[in-house]
């Protein structure tokens, strides 16, 4: 079982940066996928970006290349996204969650999720 713990969400403005963290605990692995999706007001969850323990090329849903980027601390467990030029259009609820397979873009290829945390930006 795997504990996910997001923060770093916020209000912000229109071109402004916010960076989301994710601490995870529990037993993880290597292999994992660590992603981040997000969930508007009646929409429904999307991919954003996933990123493995063990490194690799991390992977983005188009909407967000060039503008976000994943990473992650292994030593302190914790999983970031750094959210730069933001447009309205990326307010939501942020999710960090633990999955599995190839490439996992799918909310269901993942088995842990994090409560979320909320990203306003305004116009």
């Known amino acids: 079982q795997v504990q996910l713990v997001e923060s770093g969400g916020g209000l912000v403005q229109a071109g402004g940066s916010l960076r989301l963290s994710c601490a995870a605990s529990?037993?993880?692995?290597?292999?994992?996928?660590m992603g981040w999706f997000r969930q508007a007001p009646g929409k429904e969850r999307e991919f954003v970006a996933l990123?493995?323990?063990?490194?690799?090329?991390?992977y983005y849903v188009d909407s967000v290349k060039g503008r976000f980027t994943i990473s992650r601390d292994n030593a302190k467990n914790t999983v970031y996204l750094q959210m730069n030029s933001l447009k309205p259009e990326d307010t939501a609820v942020y999710y960090c969650a633990r999955g599995h397979g190839v490439r996992p873009t799918t909310r269901f290829a993942y088995d842990s999720w994090g409560q979320g945390t909320q990203v306003t930006v305004s116009a």
């Open positions: 990123i493995r323990w063990s490194g690799g090329t991390p």
């Open positions: 529990g037993r993880t692995f290597s292999s994992d996928a």
